[in-house]
């Protein structure tokens, strides 16, 4: 199956004390026949995930995130996954790969640590936008191991409800628990 290559951008950023980002591009290798999703779709949800990381490197590293934007584009790549939804960063490398393509609410946690946080995902297109931002911010947290994760989780949280406040909706989680669903991710 053959992938194409996309490019996002996050447009240029500046920070109150006047310290300026330059304009920011992510290339995205996408396995569309694969996924089953047209990039007109996915697209946005790229787009949504990347500029939000992108402000949250900029705003948390200053200096260091512009040093590391100049000399490296990052790539994402979007499989399929007959395992589950899960993630692989390896420098300015993001795999994602995406499971079941659900339509009902979704309750996720990251499997290693017993801590994490758990996060309802309202749908396939919320999973997507937080994993992405969750392999793709990997490339500017700090350290490895549990806090390094823990950060990364924080931002998929933000950045799932930077896509649901762009949408304009506002989702509440079911209150069974029949829609419990384990999910893998591994990053």
């Known amino acids: ?14 920070l109150r004390s006047g310290l300026r980002a330059p304009k920011t591009e ?10 089953g999703v047209p990039w ?12 939000h990381v992108q402000r949250e490197g900029f705003k948390d590293l200053k200096v260091n995130f512009i040093d590391r934007n100049r000399n490296n584009v990052s790539l994402l790549y979007l499989h399929k996954s007959g ?7 390896m420098g300015v490398r993001s795999r994602v790969f995406i499971g079941h393509l659900h339509t009902k609410p979704w309750q996720t946690t990251y499997p290693k640590f017993r801590d994490m946080p758990v996060f309802w995902h309202k749908d396939w297109k919320e999973h997507v936008v937080g994993l992405m931002a969750h392999e793709l911010f ?4 700090p350290g490895t191991g549990k806090n390094a ?4 989780e924080m931002v998929e949280w933000d950045a799932i409800d930077a896509y649901r406040k762009q949408q304009g909706y506002v989702f509440v989680p079911p209150a069974t628990a029949e829609h419990l669903e384990p999910v893998l991710k591994i990053a």
Do not use: D, S
């Not at 053959?2 to 240029?12: E, G, R």
């Open 40 to 51: 007109a779709v996915m697209r946005p949800l790229v787009a949504c995930a990347f500029r």
């Open 138 to 141: 990997h490339r500017w947290q």
């Open 1 to 14: 199956m053959k992938a194409k290559t996309y490019k996002i951008t996050a447009p240029a950023m500046r």
């Open 149 to 152: 994760e823990f950060m990364c």
């Open 83 to 89: 395992r589950g939804w899960w993630g692989r960063n």
């Open 26 to 35: 992510l290339k995205v290798v996408y396995y569309e026949r694969q996924v």
